[in-house]
């Protein structure tokens, strides 16, 4: 057999057994050619312009799923950034507009629909400001809509103004959203340095250096990982960073292989694989769990900070030995809220969001679906995006900040978002205001780029 | 001319005739084995198969059907996968 069977039995194994799966094949459509100053023509011209290049995404992508038997778990679509290409109309009705692409994800039967975006990393237009005021309404009055907001980088500085904004647009979003524990928040992420090929939500979106039409695939397997490294007899450090490039290196070929089988079947450009270890709450599929794998009693001890440093950087460097074509966040997703493993050392106060936040600096994205109590005020969350952003600017990294205030509720509640979006405790923050920081407003200037000590 | 090869799965507990029945199923499709292991570990039965399947009027649709059928006869899990995505994965 030219094939050996622990090869066969191995790849089976990781499907039946390690949850691994691709997470996500996201169709990128630029809509610049949309633009139109009628708001009602304009959005005519998305909601075509999405239905006619998405409309055989999905039978396309459930047809390659069969044929080589992986599962692919969301369909996507993520758009040209909305407030660029609705700056032209003259009276433009966003919420109206977040409706047309809810309405055309829903008519190609696609999971989410990302690009409700700005990016305002060093200054806001009018669009912009009217963009970014309607985005409460926009998200409680849609369901596949997703929304982002790039509010700093580290070429452009922190643009304080929008981190201040943003407070308030969370607050509002998840006011809108109350009757489901504010889920609207879910759906939003303020970003530093926004990637513009990212196929993950809630931050994906479509950059304009991007082409016509692009497929790109998210491809995710902490259960994987966890497993292989559970597999060692007492390993060293470097033993385990070698078996975790190994097992990227495997599930980002097995997923370039089938993006690109997408993109031929559908006549689209292949963009890029995104190999980021994505937690879900089923059982085993945590990136907390391979963290404990590897020798920390629980996920959030001292010594977690330099084991995601060693687990991203063996991901990425497996990713990119497999594939010329590694692109978006690459590396390990830490969500509280989709993480079985991270759920439980936050119930048992190993993991705070102080630890969080440092764990986000030498990761793939930043402080990612955490509950925090519904009073919590605006000034407060504006200063963990703020303190979010300053880490990815300096470190030359993305990072985001996705903030659920959840109404009502206090620290230690539980609130449960359901699906893949999972649930758990809503955490502490700081009871010490910082309204007159935030206040402020203006720029962070640009960092400068030698001297880093 | 290209002929598409499969790898065909089947894992569950022993009993007589698994074997039989899903060969059967197979020639019913004309798909050919060009390799064939089985093994037993414990109670569970593994079967590895190599089909190619004919380069015209096959559909894998259909066949992924009947094969899960006589899955479900058995008591025993059958997956029909492309032999790319196993050669992807484990071979540069």
Known sequence: ?453 | MKTDRFVITVIGVDAVGIVAGVTQKMSEFKVNIIDIRQTLMGDIFTMLMIGEVPSSGFVLSDFQDAMAEIGKIHNVEIRVQHEDIFRHMHRI
């Open chain 1, 1 to 453: 057999m030219y094939l050996t069977s622990e090869e066969i039995m191995q790849t089976i194994e990781m499907v039946r057994m390690e949850n691994l799966d691709i997470r996500t094949i996201t169709m990128g459509i630029s809509l610049r050619d949309c633009s139109n100053p009628q708001n009602e023509i304009f959005c005519e011209n998305i909601f075509e312009k999405i239905v006619k290049n998405g409309e055989k995404l999905v039978p396309v992508v459930d047809e390659v799923q069969d044929f080589y038997g992986i599962p692919i778990i969301n369909k996507r679509i993520s758009v040209t950034p909305i407030s660029i290409v609705a700056e032209s109309c003259k009276n433009p009705d966003f919420v109206e507009i977040a409706k047309t692409m809810d309405e055309a994800a829903k008519e190609i039967n696609v999971d989410f629909i990302g690009g409700f975006s700005a990016l305002v990393q060093k200054g806001l237009t009018n669009g912009d400001k009217r963009f970014i005021s309607s985005i409460p309404e926009s998200l409680a009055s849609t369901e596949k809509v997703c929304s982002s907001v790039n509010v700093a980088g580290t070429k452009s500085g922190i643009n304080m103004d929008a981190v201040s904004e943003m407070g308030k647009i969370i607050k509002k979003t998840a006011e809108l959203t109350k009757n489901k524990d504010g889920i609207g928040c879910a759906k939003l992420v303020i970003f530093a340095n926004a990637p513009e090929d990212n196929p993950f939500m809630a931050g994906a979106f479509h950059g304009v250096g991007e082409a016509e039409c692009v497929i790109n695939a998210g491809v995710s397997g902490p259960g994987v990982v966890n497993s292989a490294l559970r597999r060692l007899f007492n390993p060293t450090l470097g033993e385990i960073s070698e078996e975790i490039k190994k097992t990227s290196f495997k599930i980002t070929r097995m997923g370039e292989m089938a993006a690109r089988e997408v993109s031929k079947r559908l006549g689209v450009e292949f963009g890029v694989v995104d190999i980021s270890l994505a937690p879900t709450p089923a059982v085993g599929d945590s990136v907390a769990e391979i963290l404990e794998a590897m020798g920390l009693e629980k996920c959030g001890a001292h010594g977690t900070t330099a084991a995601l440093a060693l687990l991203n950087d063996a991901v990425k460097k497996g990713g990119l030995m497999a594939s010329s074509s590694v692109g978006g966040l690459s590396g390990a997703f830490i969500p509280v809220s989709e993480d079985a493993g991270m759920i439980r050392a936050v119930e048992c106060g190993a993991l705070s969001i102080e630890k969080l936040e440092a764990m986000t600096s030498v990761c793939s994205v930043g402080l990612d679906m955490i509950a925090v109590p519904g009073d919590t005020p605006a000034s407060t969350i504006s200063g963990i995006i703020a303190d979010e952003m300053a880490i990815g600017v300096i470190n030359n990294k993305t990072t985001a900040a996705r903030l659920i205030p959840v109404p009502g509720k206090k620290q230690g509640d539980l609130v449960e978002f359901g699906g893949l979006l999972g649930g758990g405790p809503i955490m502490s923050v700081s009871s010490f205001s910082s309204e007159e920081f935030i206040k402020r407003g203006g720029r962070i200037p640009a960092p400068v780029n030698s001297l880093t000590n």
